[in-house]
């Protein structure tokens, strides 16, 4: 593999999800179910939004680029997930892990964006409904999404360049399913103080400040929902919103849980289980949670395949 002593190391060992044999098929069947879901549930709805003018509304076009970075994100990481448990040594490139490194921090973070823009979206809609139009115009809703993906550019090439800066002497074994930024700076063997530092840092304003606007937001609307006269529009609106916390909880506690602490604190075994949640199983659930539970995109997916069927008899 040309390591040797004092030689620089040209590719990586991706360990996986687990070790143990009797797990390997199981698993691998269940997250490529997981990431089949994931395909087609954010492919049906980038494939329904343009092709339905009742969706072209600023929440369906933040679903859209949410289905376009959960796709990209997903794809990103499952694909060689799924290769560790076929083959006895998952082996990836030095350029191929900084390349998967760059563009997995580049949709978490753009992820991150969205769901704010998401949840502002929403506290606008129900708590100011009067200013909807000015407050969520296109114009609006364009800069949003620019901005969530220079954040998301930015933050990617901080994060990329920082590992870059490293030295891999002889270790090259990493214990994680793909290129993750703490269990590459367990292989390294230069000092890695200021990497955990900028990690905590800017993985702290990508993580803490989306959180606190998406929170604070969700609380407005919840009040705002206790104060309705009708039980059934209560109970609905209480309904969507308890299903968009969940989401949103689970995609930045795992995020949390693995980045804001120091490499040393707690095992990498607990970090690739976190990581699961964040990487596969939320990209999964964001169709069904934000979507699929919509009577408007029920009937968009309906329209736009009976149409797709057609065509195809014709």
């Not at 998952?90 to 991150?112: D, G, K």
């Amino acid at each position: 593999m040309g390591l040797g002593n004092g030689s620089l190391v040209t590719e990586f060992i991706l360990l996986g999800l687990t070790n143990d044999p009797d797990l390997q098929l199981p698993l691998f069947l269940l997250f490529l179910l997981i990431y089949t879901t994931t395909a087609l549930g954010n492919l049906a709805l980038i494939i329904a939004i343009p092709l339905n003018s009742h969706l072209h509304s600023p929440m369906y076009f933040f679903l859209l680029n949410l289905s376009f970075i959960d796709l990209c994100y997903s794809s990103v990481i499952t694909p060689k997930m799924l290769m560790s448990f076929l083959v006895r040594k998952n082996i990836i490139s030095y350029m191929e892990c900084m390349t998967q490194l760059y563009f997995f921090c580049f949709f978490a973070i753009c992820e991150c964006c969205v769901l704010t823009s998401m949840a502002y979206d929403r506290y606008v809609a129900i708590c100011n409904p009067l200013l909807y139009n000015v407050a969520m115009s296109p114009k609006v809703c364009s800069y949003l999404m620019l901005g969530s993906y220079i954040m998301g550019f930015s933050g990617a090439m901080i994060h990329t360049g920082c590992i870059l800066r490293l030295t891999f002497c002889d270790r090259n074994t990493i214990n994680h399913y793909f290129c993750d930024l703490f269990p590459l700076l367990q292989l390294s063997c230069t000092s890695t103080y200021a990497n955990e530092i900028e990690i905590l840092i800017v993985g702290g304003k990508d993580i803490v400040v989306p959180s606190v606007i998406i929170f604070t937001s969700y609380g407005f609307i919840l009040s705002n929902i206790l104060q309705m006269r009708s039980i059934a529009g209560m109970s609905k609106a209480f309904s969507t919103c308890s299903s968009h916390i969940l989401a949103v909880s689970l995609f930045f506690g795992s995020c949390a849980f693995m980045y804001l602490q120091p490499s040393s604190a707690g095992s990498m075994n607990q970090g690739k289980i976190s990581s699961v949640f964040y990487t596969i199983v939320v990209p999964m659930m964001n169709p069904l949670i934000y979507s699929f539970r919509n009577k408007d995109v029920k009937v968009a997916l309906r329209r736009t395949f009976s149409k797709r069927r057609c065509s195809l008899k014709n």
